[in-house]
T-cell receptor
């Protein structure tokens, strides 16, 4: 089955700087990689996703890159703002389920 | 679009009682719904997958007689925690998929269960 690892577990950046979170996965058949943002006491919110036939996807300040050969993908947040502070989860797929990484707690310091 | 609601948002119950949590897809039909449990500062632990009109599929280690799941319609799934104990206290979150081939899950806001 799929195993998803995520690094770093915690990340602090100054407001305006960029943040990068990296994930690796084990199942070469995995073909869908979502990123979720979870604020304290709330459910996760899908912020961006990428499929295996695409190498990069961008949505305003958020981008995701995928390297299928190396089996890793990354979330890039540019011009970070305090409201970006949250826990971010990456996911990989196993059969018909999404398997989530352990999460990264991002703090953006004003 | 793609809004999922959960009710209640918080519930406190006494040990030994049962609690029902509802998950609804508000603006789409959910062929599949998932139930997760989340411990403080931890990731999402998948408990079970439920498909409309069929029995839920439980993950290894999850007691199906304790966590009863019903997916009676394309917009509603319920999780009942039976004979709750303090160790069942947790944050329970559901998610829903409209088209399972896309894998795109939309999560509810979660339910905080406290068993005293």
């Amino acid at each position: 089955g799929e195993n998803v690892e995520q690094h770093p577990s915690t990340l602090s950046v100054q407001e305006g700087d960029s943040a990068v979170i990296k994930c690796t996965y084990s199942d070469s058949a995995s073909n869908y990689f979502p990123w979720y943002k979870q604020e304290l006491g709330k459910g996760p919110q899908l912020i961006i996703d990428i499929r295996s036939n695409v190498g990069e996807k961008k949505d305003q300040r958020i981008a995701v890159t995928l390297n299928k050969t190396a089996k890793h993908f990354s979330l890039h947040i540019t011009e970070t703002q305090p409201e970006d502070s949250a826990v971010y989860f990456c996911g990989g797929t196993s059969y018909d389920k999404v398997i989530f990484g352990p999460g990264t707690s991002l703090s953006v310091i004003p | 679009g793609a809004v999922v609601s959960q009710h209640p948002s918080r519930v406190i119950c006494k040990s030994g009682t049962s609690v029902k949590i509802e998950c609804r897809s508000l603006d789409f039909q959910a062929t599949t719904m998932f139930w997760y449990r989340q411990f403080p500062k931890k990731s999402l632990m998948l408990m079970a997958t439920s498909n409309e009109g069929s029995k839920a599929t439980y993950e290894q280690g999850v007691e199906k007689d304790k966590f009863l799941i019903n997916h009676a319609s394309l917009t509603l799934s319920t999780l009942t925690v039976t004979s709750a104990h303090p160790e069942d206290s947790s944050f329970y979150i559901c998610s829903a998929i409209g088209d399972r081939s896309t894998y795109e899950q939309y999560f509810g806001p979660g339910t905080r269960l406290t068993v005293t």
